[in-house]
């Protein structure tokens, strides 16, 4: 029967059709709840986020600006109200980091290409009446947060001498492992600020630092003798974000 092979999409599209409703229908569809003044609130909408900006790098090499050799920073995941204050969600990102030796007479410098994926929690500090039922004066314009995550990194350096960026006449030191893209764990903190645009659509500045349980995103550690420090590395990004709410009402 024709019916048989479009089943899976006719349920997608049930699916997605019974979100938007719930997302976009009357109060009476969607469940109160309520904080701790008794104050009603509506959880959700779910949020899709998407952001570009710059990766900076802290390591064994530099956590000073004048040696970095900035690269791309890339996100994107969603959001989820559960109560006034406090949003969870997930991400992704990608970003590119680089670097010159702070000390000369080593004359060393890297580049990475890392890939994460993180689950978070998001807190507003600062009262918005639009996340009540109820609100008594309109939605805030400007919000403030604070954000922190834990999760998975994926990442592939390469070592070599001198102070420029690679290029394709450049020739990399052998790598300190040889099981490169590596994993380590991240723990992202970081703060923003939202501006509101429309009930729909916001735009975010953010700032963040993870901090991993390596110290081999440069492929500059003791175990190759490349370094004395043991001290893991990190990284920072600066992003600028959107934030779209498809399904709100």
Avoid: C
Wanted: charged share 20%; net charge positive; aromatic share 10%.
């Amino acid at each position: 029967m024709i019916i048989r092979p479009l089943l899976p999409a006719l349920l997608l599209t049930l699916a997605s059709t019974q979100l938007a409703t719930a997302q976009d229908g009357g109060p009476e569809r969607r469940r109160r709840h309520y904080d701790g003044n008794a104050r009603p609130y509506y959880r959700g909408p779910v949020r899709l986020t998407l952001g570009g900006g710059v990766g900076l790098y802290s390591g064994d090499l530099t956590s000073g600006l004048s040696e970095q050799l900035v690269g791309p920073s890339f996100s994107a995941g969603l959001l989820y109200k559960v109560r006034p204050h406090w949003l969870v969600g997930g991400e992704f990102s990608y970003v590119q980091l680089g670097a010159k030796d702070q000390l000369p007479e080593r004359n060393l410098a890297f580049r990475t290409k890392a890939g994460s994926g993180v689950v978070l929690f998001r807190f507003e500090p600062l009262r918005d009446e639009g996340a009540f039922a109820d609100p008594r004066k309109p939605a805030a314009l400007i919000k403030p947060y604070l954000k922190a995550g834990v999760g998975f990194l994926l990442y592939s350096p390469k070592a070599y001498n001198g102070t420029l960026r690679p290029d394709d006449n450049t020739t990399f030191l052998p790598s300190e492992r040889n099981d490169y893209p590596a994993m380590a764990l991240v723990a992202p903190v970081g703060l923003g600020l939202t501006l509101r645009l429309t009930p729909k659509l916001n735009a975010s500045i953010e700032g963040s630092y993870s901090f991993i349980s390596t110290d081999q995103l440069d492929d500059i550690s003791p175990a190759g003798g490349r370094s004395t420090s043991d001290r893991n590395d990190g990284y920072g990004q600066v992003e600028l974000k959107l934030e779209y709410a498809p399904w709100r009402r």
